[in-house]
């Protein structure tokens, strides 16, 4: 979606829900945030609506707050009090609608509140403050470590066994996003710092464009050769957060592999 339509979206859709009287406050999230990043034509809308308690279901499956020239085509319920709807113009809107007492739930990093009528943007604030103290950014190096190494350890046994696809998915993808979180635990990036602390996948080539070279390799690698990349890539990026023990295990990983 080009910005322009982009932009007139949201302002429709503000509009059509600020009218609702059961309606308390309108949550852009991500790219609809426009705080860390701006919207491009892959962005989607991510919002969440805040209503009145009883009045969720009005606005679950009933869309007649969405602006009038978009259809949708295709509409899956990710949750009770979710969808993520793909519109005919190729568009996607993902929302979920909460009371306050529910929205505690949610987490929150990049936001802007569009819609506030009863003064909740403390609330609203505090919960991404507690969405920060709770990041996975904040685990703690060991956790981080120990995850990746048995993750890896699980994935060269499943490959050894024939089982490459559950092999993918413990070193390609389980372990690839602990390697991401210590990296952007453990090495400053190039200062765009516009990072998800949800996410550790999301804008990494904006942050690390270096690494990312690095990390795509491992990505496009067979799979046994990925986890050895992977091994490679402790010893040499993030050596000073091993330990004796772990540089021990990297070691003893690298021979079963081998074997």
Do not use: C
């Amino acid at each position: 979606m080009k910005l322009r339509d982009y932009h007139r979206f949201t302002k429709e859709l503000s509009q059509n829900l600020k009218s609702e009287a059961d309606v308390i406050g309108l949550l852009a999230l991500g790219s609809m945030a426009e705080k860390d990043h701006d919207p491009d034509l892959w962005s989607d809308h991510d919002f969440s609506i805040i209503v009145k308690a009883g009045n969720q279901d009005k606005y679950i499956d009933k869309l007649f707050w969405l602006p009038e020239e978009y259809e949708a085509v295709f509409t899956y319920k990710e949750a009770a009090n979710s969808r993520k709807i793909i519109l005919k113009n190729m568009h996607l809107i993902e929302y979920a609608v909460f009371t306050l007492e529910d929205l505690k739930k949610l987490k929150i990093n990049s936001y802007r509140l569009l819609i506030d009528k009863n003064g909740i943007s403390d609330y609203i604030e505090e919960i991404k403050n507690e969405t920060s103290r709770t990041s996975k950014l904040l685990t703690e190096n060991k956790v981080l470590l120990g995850n990746l190494l048995t993750d890896l350890f699980i994935g060269i046994g499943r490959y050894k066994r024939g089982e490459k696809i559950s092999a993918h998915y413990f070193i390609k993808e389980k372990g690839l996003k602990q390697l991401l979180l210590l990296i952007e635990k453990n090495i400053d990036n190039n200062e765009i710092d516009n990072l998800d602390n949800l996410d550790p996948f999301r804008r990494f080539e904006y942050n690390y464009p270096d690494l990312a070279l690095m990390i795509n390799q491992i990505i496009d690698a067979e799979i046994i050769s990925a986890a050895e990349n992977i091994l490679e890539f402790l010893q040499a990026q993030l050596r000073e957060v091993l330990d004796l023990s772990e540089q021990k295990t990297i070691k003893i990983l690298n021979n079963y592999i081998k074997k």
